[in-house]
């Protein structure tokens, strides 16, 4: 009985041991289970706030290389209704990743078979799923690496892509142990993708949404506003019909039913998508100059004391673009004008014909003053999209200006210091054949200037 009670008692300190190695070996999952979270949730949290998917791949190569020590790393995302992974989508990565278009099928890749298992795979392993294929071994090589690793990216249980990464046998055996945080960082990455292509979702049809809404309120507005204008326009036919055939003011009725013809047209595009220009007739520039002053003179400058100045040649300066456009850029300008000189304070405007620049033949319009100036903020309107100059009126003249200069291919430049005025420069494109020999227009052109009866308004 003491023999045989001995036999346990001998046997007991190794079942302890083993009960104890096998707790401790529980106890240290536990511990590097709760690590990993602690360490991958700050991560998750940063990757919520991003806005692009470009964003998103970024901060994951950054996470991986500070976390894992893996500095190359490329994208396969899941495309569902094919069943195949493809980096096409994905930028920033050799081409043999964007030119992949892979069968999820175990024995094709690693990447296919990390897919199929919802594991990671390594052809460092020694029992991969699938042996290293021709295809592994250049995706291993594009990443600078003998090695491949893949990385499932997945949310709730729907793959979303895999994550490739170039490593060595031994990085690879130290990753071994951290498996499951690997498989953590590949499903936060796939919730962190599906989420952004969610917001993404979101946006676009909010966009949709509320462009459908500004063209319905657009249609209206036109609607409205149409209706008045052509009622005045037949008003101006009725009273030009009324006057004498000699009446001076025929041409000041012709110039105001030509303006609102132009914002009628500018209304009526309020509701369409923009179209490319088309080729433009030509037209006198300085005609146009002179009707506009017939018309906007007297309300913008001569009511305010400013002083307006001319020099306008007599033979005809044509041009190639947009009649309407240049009319619209002019206004812009001189409200803006008006709005900044004071009473006492001057505009001059004058045209010189054929300027060479860069190989062709432009006719210079320079409208200068002797008013405040304007700030480098302002003057950067001129280049910038009007949204981004809501908050000041005189910015967004200046960007509608810039805007209609840059679809006519009309160079602009603009100099301008407090207190010392401004001066803008346009380039307008001459017509086509329209070409003096330049040696006789500049003589003409400096005789009307040094002329003492030069015409000034």
Request: net charge positive; glycine share 8%; hydrophobic share 40%.
């Amino acid at each position: 009985m003491l023999f045989r009670s001995r036999g346990p008692a001998r046997g007991l300190p190794r079942v302890l041991g083993r009960r104890a190695r096998a707790g401790s070996d529980a106890q240290t999952e536990i511990v590097s289970l709760i690590g990993n979270k602690a360490l991958l949730q700050p991560l998750q949290d940063d990757l919520l706030a991003l806005d692009t998917d470009a964003e998103v791949f970024l901060a994951l190569r950054e996470a991986a290389r500070i976390l894992f020590d893996l500095s190359q790393l490329a994208f396969l995302l899941h495309d569902t209704a094919e069943d195949r992974l493809s980096g096409q989508n994905v930028g920033g990565q050799a081409a043999i990743f964007s030119q992949a278009r892979l069968l999820c099928e175990a024995h094709r890749s690693l990447a296919a078979a990390a897919v199929v298992s919802n594991q990671v795979q390594c052809s460092h392993a020694d029992r991969s799923l699938a042996p290293a294929s021709l295809l592994d071994v250049q995706f291993a090589r594009a990443l600078g690496s003998n090695g491949l690793l893949c990385i499932p990216m997945t949310v709730h249980g729907t793959t979303t892509g895999v994550i490739l990464a170039g490593l060595g046998r031994d990085q690879y055996a130290a990753l071994s142990r951290r498996l499951p945080c690997l498989l953590n960082f590949g499903r936060i990455a796939g919730s962190s993708l599906e989420n952004w292509r969610r917001a993404q979702q979101v946006r676009v049809r909010t966009e949709e949404d509320a462009a459908a809404r500004f063209l319905r309120q657009t249609r209206r507005l036109v609607h409205e506003a149409g209706n008045p204008l052509t009622i005045i326009k037949g008003y101006l036919r009725i009273l030009d019909g009324k006057l004498p055939p000699e009446a001076e003011v025929h041409r000041e009725l012709n110039v105001l039913a030509e303006e609102i013809e132009r914002v009628s047209s500018i209304v009526r595009r309020m509701s369409e998508l923009p179209a490319a220009p088309t080729g433009d007739a030509a037209f006198d520039i300085g005609d146009l100059l002179r009707e506009l002053l017939l018309l906007y003179r007297q309300p913008l400058f001569d009511a305010r004391g400013i002083a307006v100045q001319t020099l306008l040649p007599a033979q005809t300066l044509s041009v190639a673009c947009d009649r309407d456009s240049v009319k619209q850029i002019m206004l812009n300008l001189w409200k803006n004008a008006a709005e900044a000189l004071a009473s006492g304070q001057r505009i001059r405007m004058s045209l010189t014909g054929n300027v060479l620049h860069q190989g062709r033949r432009y006719v210079e319009l320079r409208i200068e003053d002797n008013g405040p100036g304007m700030s480098e903020a302002v003057i950067d309107a001129i280049y910038r999209p009007v949204e981004t100059r809501l908050g000041e009126p005189r910015g967004v003249g200046l960007s509608i200006v810039g805007a209609l200069a840059r679809r006519q291919a009309i160079p602009v430049t603009c100099r301008s210091q407090p207190d010392s005025g401004t001066v803008i420069s346009f380039l307008l494109p001459k017509e086509t054949g329209s070409d003096t020999v330049p040696g006789q227009e500049s003589k003409a052109h400096q005789e009307k200037h040094a002329s003492p009866d030069r015409r000034q308004e």
